[in-house]
Nanobody, 121 residues
């Protein structure tokens, strides 16, 4: 089982980016999926989380600018980021709790490798 994030890049302040993260492998079920970020010299922070049923939760610092969604058929989570600011510059990581098809697996957290988002003029 692995998570693969994509969609990062360089964008000007006020611009938008859409991150994607797809889970693949021997998957039985994906429960919650979410996004975190880590800026240089700072701790990793949680940004958003969405349940399998589509209930989303975002931290206050990104509410109104970011939105999270998922496609359960594709085991993919998205982070739409609008009105980006220089302080949004960070490596963005996806996270998911996945139960594999391996016998006896009760599930665990998986992390993607991260995708760089740079907001600069």
């Amino acid at each position: 089982v692995q998570l693969q994030a994509s969609g990062g890049g360089l964008v000007q302040p006020g611009g938008s980016l859409r991150l994607s993260c797809a889970a693949s492998g021997n998957i039985f079920s994906v429960t919650y999926m979410g996004w975190y970020r880590q800026a240089p010299g700072k701790e990793r922070e949680r940004l958003a989380e969405i349940t399998k049923g589509g209930v989303a939760d975002l931290v206050d610092s990104v509410k109104g600018r970011f939105s999270i969604s998922r496609d359960n058929d594709k085991n993919t989570v998205y982070l739409q980021m609008d009105s980006l600011k220089p302080e949004d510059t960070a490596v963005y990581y996806c996270n998911a709790f996945i139960i594999s098809t391996n016998q006896g697996d009760f599930g665990k957290d998986y992390w993607g490798k991260g995708t760089q988002v740079t907001v600069s003029s």
